[in-house]
Nanobody, 122 residues
Framework: QVQLVESGGGLVQAGGSLRLTCRASGIIFAIKSMAWYRQAPGKQRELVAVMTTGGPTDYADSVKGRFAISRDNAAKSVFLQMNSLKPEDTAVYFC????????????????WGRGTQVTVSS
């Protein structure tokens, strides 16, 4: 079993910054991708940023130029630096990872963290 634990959420004024951290633990042979999603009240969960191992990074249009995703592969961690925060960024932010958790494995298993609340006041 794999666990993803997020931290770094909180309350910040518009224009401020926050840095989210997600650490993966458990039986992990490889990680295909790590990503951040968010879900605002009454809305569907949406992709914020994703980083594929050895591959491209992608962002939602609404955060391009303001957010930056990065990874520490040795620490099995992913980070989300959020700058110039806006009230519409208020949401619960979830970490997601595609993990090879057994060998041999035909595919990667998706895992979710429990989320961390980010609130941006105007």
């Amino acid at each position: 079993q794999v666990q993803l634990v997020e931290s770094g959420g909180g309350l910040v004024q518009a224009g401020g910054s926050l840095r989210l951290t997600c650490r993966a633990s458990g039986i992990i042979f490889a990680i295909k991708s790590m990503a951040w999603y968010r879900q605002a009240p009454g809305k569907q969960r949406e992709l914020v940023a994703v980083m594929t191992t050895g591959g491209p990074t992608d962002y939602a249009d609404s955060v391009k130029g303001r957010f930056a995703i990065s990874r520490d592969n040795a620490a099995k961690s992913v980070f989300l630096q959020m700058n110039s925060l806006k009230p519409e960024d208020t949401a619960v932010y979830f970490c997601h990872a595609e993990v090879q958790d057994e060998v041999p494995a035909l595919d990667f298993t998706p895992y979710w963290g429990r989320g961390t609340q980010v609130t941006v006041s105007s």
